[in-house]
């Protein structure tokens, strides 16, 4: 049995003042906020005036942030599906609004994911926020766990690729409030697909049972022509 891993939850706004504070560091800062903000929202108890306060100023908030001008995200950081990889053992990174794993992201999982070998291991802890049946984490967070962690098998291979199918077997409950590992790896190539395969585990306990196990299907494709060829949507009228 290895050492239980206790989590850090990651904060991207080092010990520095605002003034030194880049674009980037800010929108980290911010995106980790909201996600405390949503887990002490659903955990914890609060007095109706409280709550009326938090909607209101985070109302306002909105409508601060909407006066701002329109982002799109650059096809450019698709690269980071094929990069060069990191290095065994070392932390694994992608761009920041990506959806569960992105250091800026409102939905983020606070995922820490760092490559062994050639494959990938994701240690997070899930929290108040992602809470299904009572208890337990909600099996559509598990699923996109799953499709976040696999993500990151395209840059071990260095290959682009698309989910095509994704299957989810959950063995028994995944637990909140302590450290789980979501491992992936390659198990086979075909052409242009690609099998990932991999397992939710429980570190915590001393059998470090398996909670749930991913399969994954992707579809590589060609990062040039995806840049030439995507159309962004355009942006919502205000």
């Known amino acids: 049995m290895r050492a239980a ?13 605002p003034m030194e504070l880049t674009p ?15 887990h002490a929202l659903v955990g914890h108890h609060a007095a109706p005036a409280l709550l009326t306060n938090t909607a209101q100023t985070l109302d306002g ?10 982002r799109q995200r650059d096809p450019i950081s698709f690269r980071d599906h094929h990069g060069e990889p990191s290095g065994d053992g070392l932390a694994m990174a992608s761009y920041d609004d990506r959806p569960f794993s992105g250091l800026a992201s409102p939905w983020g999982l606070d995922l820490e994911v760092h490559q062994r070998g050639n494959d990938v291991e994701g240690l997070v802890t899930l929290r108040a926020a992602h809470e299904g049946a009572p208890g337990r984490c909600h099996g559509g967070i598990v699923a996109a766990l799953f499709d976040d962690v696999f993500g990151f098998i395209l840059g071990v291979i260095g290959q682009a690729a698309f989910t ?8 028994r409950g995944t637990p909140l409030y302590r450290p789980i590992v979501c491992r992936g790896r390659l198990t086979e190539q075909s052409g242009r697909k690609l099998w990932i395969e991999g397992e939710l585990v429980d570190i915590t306990q001393p059998d470090e049972p398996v909670v749930a196990r991913g399969k994954g299907l992707f579809i590589t494709v060609d990062p040039a022509m995806f840049a030439e060829t995507m159309q962004l949507p355009a942006p919502p009228a205000d």
Do not use: F
């Open 5 to 17: 891993r206790s989590l850090r939850i990651l904060n991207p706004l080092p010990s520095v003042s």
């Open 61 to 70: 908030l909105t409508e601060q942030l909407n006066a701002g001008g329109r």
């Open 24 to 38: 980037d560091m800010a929108r980290r800062a911010a995106g980790r906020a909201v996600r405390d903000l949503g």
């Open 164 to 171: 095509g199918e994704l299957t989810i077997r959950y063995e």
